[in-house]
């Protein structure tokens, strides 16, 4: 797991080739673009539409009591879980697909790192979809709001978060790519361009450098963007990833 480590907050510029900059605001700390390993990653701005399927695995009494990503100490009795980038006190359904067993967690932490792997949970989430024994199961992740309060122990309630809207339907896009050198970006999105497919470039500042990220339209439902990532995926983009407009 990722410890807390003192990030600042960054902030972004949404732009089009015929449109006007669309300034976006980032919440503190966690939001900011972080490094493992060699590979930077990009917390997402907000978890509307967010679905994702893979390996889920636990982590328990090694880290108890440690500092979680966003200050907290990890407590693993309560139901929490560690994602690369979705923003933290997002609330989201978890749902066991061997098994069928569900649970609904706070992401309070970034991991997993391991490759292959797409979120860590706390050990009661884990003892909640029978998860413990065998250490890690294929799971569907989906985002269901923003927690209002940090929960402890008891399973959170519909009361104490924020629902999103319907997340299967709006504006998808697909970011294939974060570049310091605008200049590589606009290459990038040109490619697609003329495949007449819209992109948006988006700048992401931070107090050391400017990233501009290419996000290619992916159509107006999440199964059509999810055939679209995967086809990304297989042709030499392999952290494309599904974002919500």
């Not at 006190?89 to 067993?101: K, S």
């Not at 003329?194 to 107006?220: C, N, S, W």
């Amino acid at each position: 797991m990722l410890s807390a480590c003192g990030l600042t907050s960054g902030n972004s510029q949404t732009t089009s080739p015929t449109g006007q900059g669309k300034k976006m605001a980032y919440a503190k700390g966690t939001q900011r673009p972080y490094v493992i390993d060699g590979k930077t990653y990009y917390p997402l701005p907000h978890a509307a539409g967010f679905i994702e399927t893979g390996p889920a695995t636990w982590y328990g009494p090694d880290f108890h009591g440690k500092s979680t990503s966003n200050g907290e100490s990890y407590n693993m009795h309560a139901r929490t879980a560690a994602h690369k980038t979705l923003p933290m006190n997002t609330m989201v359904l978890v749902r066991n697909l061997d098994n069928g067993r569900e649970t609904v967690v706070r992401i309070n932490d970034r991991g997993p790192f391991a490759k292959g792997r797409i979120l860590d949970l706390s050990r009661t989430a884990a003892e909640d979809l029978s998860l413990l024994r065998p250490g890690s199961a294929r799971v569907e992740v989906v985002a269901l709001g923003e927690s209002s309060k940090t929960p402890s122990q008891e399973p959170p309630q519909l009361k104490d978060f924020v629902q999103v809207p319907d997340f299967k339907k709006g504006e998808f896009y697909v970011q294939v790519g974060s570049f310091i050198r605008k200049d590589n970006a606009m290459r990038l999105a040109q490619q697609f361009a003329r495949q007449q497919r819209p992109v948006m470039l988006q700048e992401f500042i931070t107090d050391k450098a400017t990233y501009t990220r290419v996000q290619v339209f992916a159509g107006d439902t999440l199964p059509a963007a999810r055939v679209f990532e995967r086809q990304l995926e297989a042709n030499g983009y392999p952290d494309a990833f599904v974002i919500a407009r």
